[in-house]
């Protein structure tokens, strides 16, 4: 089901609140804003609802994180997503195959021991395991070098753009108003450095909130008031596999940790994705095939049945990245009224639940389920920060 939008109407004038972004991440917090009681909401996409990250084909879902934080707003996130074909009515093809991390550094092995101790004392059911035992798990692997496994029998995959349709059409559904093909050119405040206007290409939106959750793009968003929002894009690229014969046993999803080569099933076939270390920053979203050959490389390392798969079609988008890995998530100190949900690093859609929840109550002045104060965009000031280690 397609979210009905508004890409031909004309704005309102006024909306009590403004969410800046057509993605996951905005499409949940209209969502929860909406269930709250707040209506008179706005959503501005610059292109088509889930066409950025959000149009990923597959998306991991997980709570297998070594910060505490991130844990708890994957494992609530999960829980959401588990239900959503019942409380949405959208089928979104979640599969709870497991996260499988394959570990061939001692390094690596230590840190999830470490990682592993903390999502069992919160509740996630993960645990170390043997590379017999990975190999039992996923075929695929071959385990002369591997060291071990952490896996999560309750993490999974499911679609990320069904996921943002179903948010937002439920949001509609409450009053919720969004507008595609529609670009923000300038968010206005008064003397006293309060939110008071969206202007766009297709005319002005008085509001008191704005609320920026455009992934890659929050960054210039921000600077329209003077807040620094420290996100870059980064391309990721991936490709899917034509059907293969047989068609290959369901596997969880399988990421060698070293040199981040994940693959997992998709209909008849495989989503295949690495990381590239030496691609650029910047909203370079064209396909190319150059990374395939570093792939291939790394997977005869661990997973040799994977190396030269027919390639049915490839996919590019952008992580929206921060120097630590960990989202922004908060409201601006300097600025009134501004609230910010973004990046997270390649983790929007597992997080995405959660966060519309967090920044509804922030907006509503009550303490969320977990406490995002160490999320605040304010923390690059040379402090240390967190790293999230656990990520692809």
Not at 252 to 277: E, K, Q, R, V
Request: proline content about 6%; overall charge negative; charged content about 20%.
């Amino acid at each position: 089901m397609r979210a009905e939008v508004g890409s031909r109407a004309e704005l309102p004038h006024h909306a009590e609140v403004v969410v800046i972004g057509g993605g996951i991440v905005g499409a949940s917090i209209a969502y929860h804003l909406a269930e709250a009681g707040v209506t008179d909401v706005v959503v501005i996409e610059r292109g088509q609802v889930a066409s950025g990250s959000s149009g990923k084909p597959i998306g991991g879902l997980r709570a297998q994180f070594s910060d505490p934080l991130n844990i708890a707003l994957g494992a609530r996130s999960l829980q959401t997503y588990a239900r959503f074909q019942s409380s949405m009515g959208i089928d979104i093809s979640m599969e709870r195959v497991g996260y499988l991390f394959l570990l061939r550094e001692q390094a690596d092995l230590a840190r999830f021991e470490r990682s592993v101790a903390i999502q069992n004392d919160m509740g996630v059911s993960s645990r170390m395991i043997s590379a017999a035992e990975a190999q039992r798990l996923c075929p695929y692997v071959r385990g002369e070098s591997l060291l071990g496994a952490a896996f999560s029998p309750d993490d999974g995959h499911a679609r990320p753009p069904a996921a943002a349709q179903g948010f937002l059409h439920a949001a509609q559904v409450r009053g919720v108003r969004v507008f595609e093909q529609t670009l923000v050119v300038d968010i206005r405040t008064d003397g006293a450095r309060n939110i008071r206007e969206v202007q766009t290409n297709r005319g002005a939106v008085r509001t008191s909130t704005v609320i920026v959750a455009a992934g890659a793009w929050s960054k210039s968003l921000g600077a329209m008031v003077g807040v620094d929002l420290a996100v870059e894009p980064l391309r990721r690229q991936l490709v899917l596999t034509r059907p293969l014969t047989p068609t290959p046993p369901r596997i969880p999803f399988t990421i060698d940790f070293a040199t981040s080569l994940y693959f997992h099933n998709c209909d008849d076939g495989f989503l295949l994705g690495m990381s590239d270390p030496t691609q650029e920053y910047g909203f370079h979203t064209h396909y190319s095939d150059e990374w395939l050959p570093a792939f291939n490389d790394a997977a005869r390392a661990c997973a040799p049945e994977l190396v030269d798969l027919p390639i049915e079609r490839g996919w590019a988008g952008l992580y929206e990245m921060t120097p630590d890995c960990n989202a922004l998530i908060g409201q601006s100190d300097s600025v009134g009224r501004l609230l910010y949900a973004a990046g997270f690093s390649g983790h929007g859609f597992l997080q995405a639940p959660a966060v519309g929840e967090v920044i509804r109550d922030l907006y509503l002045g009550v303490p969320p389920f977990v406490d995002v104060t160490p999320l605040s965009a304010d923390r690059f000031d040379g402090s240390p920060v967190r790293r999230e280690l656990n990520v692809v």
